[in-house]
């Protein structure tokens, strides 16, 4: 399995509180991703990497920054949380295109 | 925009029987596609991918097909299994960028 670590794993936070999860990779892959996954709705993207200090927007971006300071980590941070924020979010990781995607164990966000 | 879309988003078989999930892309240009297999509570994993180059992958029990001109691909699952019950992605690269995107998913269930 590729060597990808999300934290937290779960957390409970209030509506207006900032969070940030953290995508840790050791494989060197160039490209991440964070997708979020609801019920009906399957994997949607919310932000990508190609590069240190190279993001780009995905579906569902609002709400949602990201930043790359190096490559083996990718942090995603909600300004301040909303319940409709509430899901499970994958980081995923590439090593180049027309390459699969490997997934982290997910992060399950719950904010009331 | 860009769009995957997947079918049936439920589907149940009896043990033994095959099974076959089918999807649709908008972007005729786009050139890679891979499926995830999901089990409950853990992350997508790769089963099997395909590219444009070619109509047809196997690998054991599972095949994917790729109709460029009508712009679908299918998964086909033969002699099925009941740990072959999971949730099954199809996603797409879109052409010109890094951004892979996901049908909406099939509950897969085999009736022992």
């Known amino acids: 399995d590729a060597g990808i670590t999300q934290s937290p794993r779960h957390k409970v936070t209030e509506t207006g509180t900032p969070v940030t999860l953290r995508c840790h990779q050791t494989e060197n892959h160039r490209y991440m991703y964070w997708y979020r996954q609801d019920p009906g709705h399957g994997l949607r993207l919310i932000h990508y990497s190609y590069g240190v200090k190279d993001t780009d927007k995905g579906e569902v971006s609002d709400g949602y920054s990201v930043s790359r300071s190096k490559t083996e980590d990718f942090l995603l941070t909600l300004e301040s949380a909303t319940s409709s924020q509430t899901s499970v979010y994958f980081c995923?990781?590439?090593?180049?295109?027309?390459?699969?995607?490997?997934f982290g164990n997910g992060t399950r966000l719950t904010v009331t | 925009g860009e769009n995957v879309e997947q079918h049936p988003s439920t589907l149940s078989v009896q043990e033994g029987d095959s099974a076959v999930i089918k999807c649709t892309y908008s972007?005729?240009?786009?050139?890679?596609f891979p499926w995830y297999k999901q089990e409950l509570g853990k992350r997508p994993q790769l089963i099997i991918d395909?590219?444009?180059?070619?109509g047809e992958k196997k690998d054991q029990r599972i095949a994917v097909t790729l109709n460029k001109t009508a712009k679908h691909f299918s998964l086909h699952i033969t002699e099925t299994q009941p740990e072959d019950s999971a949730v099954y992605f199809c996603?797409?690269?879109?052409?010109?960028?890094?951004?892979?995107?996901f049908g909406t998913g099939t509950r897969l269930k085999v009736l022992a």
């Open positions: 972007d005729s240009a786009s050139n890679y």
């Open positions: 995923a990781i590439s090593e180049s295109l027309e390459s699969p995607l490997h």
């Open positions: 395909i590219r444009s180059n070619v």
């Open positions: 996603a797409a690269l879109i052409p010109g960028t890094y951004k892979y995107i």
